[in-house]
């Protein structure tokens, strides 16, 4: 079972949609948990390295995209949980 991948995720903000992809951390059940604060930026000082960035982003493509909103408050801030959102003064 993976642990992580790579999936794009969507936001509509002020009128606004934006997608971006990010590194997806998965539960023991297969299930999204969290996503990566920031989106992924394909740069390397390795071109091979960059090659297998990019052919692994690409399979983001082919699965079904998140809601940002699911797993963050805010395209901009750090990562929030979903039971977080419900249940903000839940005891941790």
Not at 34 to 42: A, N, Y
Request: glycine content about 4%; overall charge negative; hydrophobic content about 35%.
């Amino acid at each position: 079972m993976k642990d992580t991948d790579y999936r794009v995720v969507h936001w509509h903000e002020n009128g606004k949609d934006t997608f971006a992809i990010h590194q997806v951390y998965y539960d023991d059940r297969g299930q999204p948990q969290r996503i990566s604060d920031d989106c992924v930026k394909l740069q390397s000082d390795d071109v091979t390295q960059l090659k297998d960035q990019h052919f692994h982003i690409a399979a983001a493509f082919l699965q079904e995209i998140l809601s940002g909103h699911l797993y963050k408050s805010k395209l901009t801030t750090s990562s929030v949980r979903v039971m977080d959102t419900f249940f903000p003064n839940m005891i941790k």
